[in-house]
Protein backbone atom coordinates (compact mmCIF):
# COMPACT_ATOMS: atom_id res chain seq x y z
CA UNK A 1 0.00 0.00 0.00
CA UNK A 2 1.49 3.66 -0.06
CA UNK A 3 1.05 5.89 2.27
CA UNK A 4 2.56 9.54 2.99
CA UNK A 5 4.79 11.09 5.53
CA UNK A 6 2.96 13.66 7.86
CA UNK A 7 4.93 16.70 9.08
CA UNK A 8 3.49 18.99 11.42
CA UNK A 9 5.50 21.93 12.10
CA UNK A 10 9.35 22.10 11.84
CA UNK A 11 9.43 18.22 11.40
CA UNK A 12 8.46 14.64 10.24
CA UNK A 13 5.70 13.09 12.52
CA UNK A 14 4.54 10.28 11.07
CA UNK A 15 2.91 8.68 8.26
CA UNK A 16 -0.37 9.38 6.97
CA UNK A 17 -2.27 5.83 6.01
CA UNK A 18 -5.54 6.54 4.47
CA UNK A 19 -8.98 5.50 5.65
CA UNK A 20 -9.66 2.78 3.15
CA UNK A 21 -5.89 1.39 3.92
CA UNK A 22 -6.64 1.59 7.58
CA UNK A 23 -9.90 -0.46 7.34
CA UNK A 24 -8.54 -3.01 4.31
CA UNK A 25 -5.10 -3.37 6.46
CA UNK A 26 -5.53 -2.98 10.38
CA UNK A 27 -8.60 -4.94 11.68
CA UNK A 28 -10.02 -3.13 14.56
CA UNK A 29 -8.94 -4.85 17.97
CA UNK A 30 -5.51 -4.34 16.63
CA UNK A 31 -3.97 -1.79 19.14
CA UNK A 32 0.16 -2.63 18.11
CA UNK A 33 1.99 -3.03 14.72
CA UNK A 34 5.16 -4.10 13.92
CA UNK A 35 7.52 -1.95 11.67
CA UNK A 36 10.46 -2.64 9.91
CA UNK A 37 12.73 0.25 9.19
CA UNK A 38 15.59 -0.90 7.03
CA UNK A 39 17.52 -2.98 10.11
CA UNK A 40 15.35 -1.43 12.69
CA UNK A 41 12.12 -3.52 14.35
CA UNK A 42 9.85 -1.46 16.34
CA UNK A 43 6.41 -1.48 17.44
CA UNK A 44 4.14 1.12 17.25
CA UNK A 45 0.51 1.98 18.87
CA UNK A 46 -2.55 2.68 17.30
CA UNK A 47 -4.34 5.01 18.60
CA UNK A 48 -8.48 4.82 18.75
CA UNK A 49 -8.65 7.66 16.38
CA UNK A 50 -6.83 5.30 13.24
CA UNK A 51 -10.31 3.86 12.10
CA UNK A 52 -12.63 6.87 12.15
CA UNK A 53 -10.77 10.23 11.67
CA UNK A 54 -6.76 10.05 11.72
CA UNK A 55 -5.56 7.00 10.46
CA UNK A 56 -1.74 7.62 10.87
CA UNK A 57 1.04 6.13 12.70
CA UNK A 58 3.25 8.41 15.02
CA UNK A 59 5.95 7.67 17.34
CA UNK A 60 9.21 9.07 17.98
CA UNK A 61 11.68 6.28 16.60
CA UNK A 62 10.11 6.43 12.80
CA UNK A 63 9.90 10.28 13.43
CA UNK A 64 13.99 9.93 13.71
CA UNK A 65 14.25 6.95 10.72
CA UNK A 66 12.15 9.30 8.57
CA UNK A 67 14.02 12.36 8.97
CA UNK A 68 17.42 10.42 8.85
CA UNK A 69 16.38 9.60 5.30
CA UNK A 70 16.40 12.89 4.62
CA UNK A 71 12.98 13.48 3.25
CA UNK A 72 12.03 16.90 3.53
CA UNK A 73 14.86 18.72 2.56
CA UNK A 74 13.12 20.33 0.55
CA UNK A 75 11.09 23.70 1.85
CA UNK A 76 7.97 22.77 0.44
CA UNK A 77 7.61 19.88 2.68
CA UNK A 78 5.13 17.95 0.39
CA UNK A 79 3.88 14.26 1.43
CA UNK A 80 6.60 11.72 0.15
CA UNK A 81 4.72 7.97 -1.23
CA UNK A 82 6.35 5.35 0.58
CA UNK A 83 5.64 1.50 0.26
CA UNK A 84 4.39 0.03 3.59
CA UNK A 85 4.30 -4.18 2.76
CA UNK A 86 2.32 -6.08 4.60
CA UNK A 87 4.95 -9.01 6.15
CA UNK A 88 2.52 -11.02 8.62
CA UNK A 89 0.00 -10.62 10.96
CA UNK A 90 0.31 -6.79 11.92
CA UNK A 91 4.01 -6.47 10.45
CA UNK A 92 4.75 -4.48 8.13
CA UNK A 93 7.65 -3.25 6.27
CA UNK A 94 8.40 0.44 5.53
CA UNK A 95 10.36 1.01 2.02
CA UNK A 96 11.15 4.37 0.23
CA UNK A 97 9.31 4.21 -3.47
CA UNK A 98 11.57 4.73 -6.31
CA UNK A 99 11.78 8.22 -7.90
CA UNK A 100 11.07 6.04 -11.66
CA UNK A 101 8.25 4.37 -9.73
CA UNK A 102 6.73 7.20 -8.76
CA UNK A 103 7.44 8.64 -12.48
CA UNK A 104 5.47 5.59 -13.93
CA UNK A 105 2.17 6.17 -11.26
CA UNK A 106 1.96 9.60 -12.29
CA UNK A 107 3.15 10.97 -8.42
CA UNK A 108 4.84 14.64 -9.67
CA UNK A 109 2.85 16.02 -11.92
CA UNK A 110 6.38 18.02 -13.68
CA UNK A 111 7.17 14.73 -14.42
CA UNK A 112 4.40 13.58 -15.92
CA UNK A 113 3.95 16.12 -18.52
CA UNK A 114 4.71 15.45 -22.38
CA UNK A 115 8.56 16.54 -23.52
CA UNK A 116 8.41 18.46 -26.26
CA UNK A 117 10.89 18.21 -28.95
CA UNK A 118 13.77 20.68 -29.41
CA UNK A 119 13.12 23.03 -32.48
CA UNK A 120 15.47 22.90 -34.97
CA UNK A 121 17.95 26.49 -35.37
CA UNK A 122 16.74 29.25 -38.25
Known amino acids: MVVKT ?3 GSGVTGLHVGASN ?3 YFPQHTSVIELQLDHLQIQC ?4 GFWRDEPEIHDPRLCAWLISKNLHSQPNR ?6 LIPTGANSFSLQLISLSAQTR ?3 TRSQS ?3 QAPQPAA
Open 113 to 115: RPR
Open 105 to 107: SGQ
Open 78 to 83: APIPMA
Open 6 to 8: QSK
Open 22 to 24: ARR
Open 45 to 48: RLEP
